[in-house]
């Protein structure tokens, strides 16, 4: 335990500490260090790539931004954990620790480790799924859809409407729509809807927070039809600190009081460990329900492993469970929130459009609005991001046209509702100084907004083209 945590004081409002320079809790006792290149390197470097983040070398990147998934920096404590992982096959003391630490958190006694978010998903989903059922959602997030409408079921997400607009400020953008799951229960009927996840913070609607009115209301209606209640929990943390700081009369709560107070109201709980669980691997899927967490168990025997460590070695579990500690830290949270709203803050200064308000682990720029003049069927997005490593080695990804633009019956370009650029931020790796340089970028990239030509694909796949596509610039 760290020693603040002894100190029963409140957690200082963002007012209390607004007017200092937002400081890393943490100091640094190992490095990694970071190749800066020049221009005209990075040039030949995206030349390479064909003009695609994601076949760029890491090395040949300076601050990486493509994703928090995996990417964050243990503590000393769980490097210690590393060491005092037992390996045991079965009932191994490290699988006490997380199992123990889980059961705390979530009031759930079935825990089942994974070796991602998305392993809990395929064990849980199949089980539930099949022909002719529904999933409803706040937002699916990516691999949980495809893991729904890979076994034959449908996935359909329910944002409320102030997160349509990207623009104007709403203190929980993450919810659901109370109205449309209550008349989908009506159209469906209770048999036919194997689940309602919500998906907490919002990922794929920017990182926004969900609200313990909104989740307390979505277990009402699961009661009244007798519905599972799922929470895609992975990043509960910074959801707490958003309720904690908006949602009237949690001012006083603890991070975690208010991750167990919600985590409480779900039959279930999954959780890729990669974002919130602070490690590099991992996930985990809890359970209310001794019946069905049998059915999971016998899944998860066949496919990820025993039930004392499912996909994970006795190191990933001890580190995890240390992880599911600190990141409730409460010097953690808020430097964490704020240091990714600072980044968001500091470019909507600048004239940069930005979705709105800032979400926990990402910032997102509306390229559609930033080059006005490239065609949305020559990706501004892609411009974007390639321009930010051209100028900067900054790396992030396209989240637009690239990612889920269609074609139409004569080939043409269907493009997305928006074209967003994402720069999610690692957690615990980069400093205020790296964020301030990634800002300074924006300087120039201020000077290039005026550019008419983005890109076109010259080489694509048949799914999930944003990752292998190749691109060229048009002139
Ligand atoms: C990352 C993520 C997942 C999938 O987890 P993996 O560990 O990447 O398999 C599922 N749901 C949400 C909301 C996520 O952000």
């Keep these: 335990m760290y020693l603040c945590a002894k100190i029963n004081l409140p957690i200082p409002s963002i007012m209390s500490q607004k007017m200092r320079t937002l400081t890393e809790p943490f100091k640094i006792k190992m490095v990694e260090p970071l190749r800066i290149t020049s221009e005209a390197y990075r040039q030949a470097a995206l030349e390479k790539a064909g003009y695609n983040p994601f076949l760029l070398r890491s090395n040949d990147v300076f601050i990486d931004l493509l994703t928090d998934s995996g990417t964050g920096a243990m503590s000393d404590r769980q490097w210690a954990g590393i060491m005092m992982g037992d390996e045991s096959y079965a009932g191994a003391r490290s699988w006490e620790h997380l199992e123990a630490v889980v059961q705390n958190l979530t009031g759930m006694q079935y ?74 229960v009506t159209q469906y009927g209770k048999d036919s809807i194997a689940a309602v996840i919500m998906t907490v913070t919002n990922n794929s609607s920017g990182g926004q927070p969900v609200s313990m009115q909104n989740m307390k209301a979505v277990r009402k209606i699961c009661d009244q039809h007798g519905l599972l209640m799922v929470i895609d929990g992975c990043r509960i943390a910074e959801n707490s600190y958003f309720v904690n700081q908006r949602e009237e009369g949690f001012a ?51 496919s990820e492993g025993f039930t ?108 997305a509702v928006n074209e967003l650029v994402r720069m999610a931020i690692p957690r615990r790796v980069y400093t205020q100084s790296h964020i301030d340089y990634v800002l300074d970028i924006f300087d120039d990239i201020l000077e290039l907004k005026n550019r008419k030509k983005g890109f076109k694909i010259t080489y694509e796949p048949p799914f999930l083209r944003h990752f292998t596509a190749h691109f060229q610039p048009v002139n």
């Excluded at 910032?363 to 991001?385: F, R, T």
């Excluded at 790396?395 to 046209?401: A, D, K, L, T, Y």
């Design 111 to 184: 825990v089942l480790p994974t070796h991602q978010g998305r392993a809990a998903e395929r064990i849980l989903y199949s089980i539930l799924g099949g022909k002719g059922k529904v999933f409803i959602s706040n937002t699916h997030f990516d691999t949980t859809r495809a893991n729904i409408e890979y076994v034959g079921s449908e996935a359909i997400d329910i944002v409320c409407k102030e997160a349509c607009d990207v623009e104007s400020y709403a203190d929980f953008k993450g919810n659901i729509d109370l109205e449309k799951l209550e008349s989908l």
């Design 252 to 302: 006083h709560k603890s991070y975690q009081e208010i991750a167990r107070e919600m985590l409480n109201l779900g039959d279930a709980f999954i959780m890729s460990a990669k974002k919130d669980g602070m490690v590099n691997i991992g996930g985990l899927l809890t359970l209310k329900d001794e019946s069905l967490s049998v059915k999971c168990k016998n899944l998860l025997i066949i």
């Design 308 to 415: 004392t460590y499912g996909g994970l070695s006795g190191r990933d579990m001890e580190a995890l469970a240390i992880g599911l500690d600190e990141v409730f830290d409460k010097d953690y949270l808020h430097y964490r929130i704020r240091s990714t709203a600072y980044l968001g803050e500091k470019l909507k200064e600048k004239g940069i459009p930005v979705v709105w308000p800032i979400g926990g682990h990402a910032v997102y720029i509306d390229a559609k609005k930033l080059y006005a003049n490239v065609p949305v069927d020559e990706y501004p997005g892609q411009a974007l991001v390639i321009d930010l490593y051209l100028k900067g080695g900054i790396r992030c990804v396209e989240v637009g046209s690239v990612m889920f633009g269609k074609y139409n019956d004569q080939g043409k370009l269907v493009p």
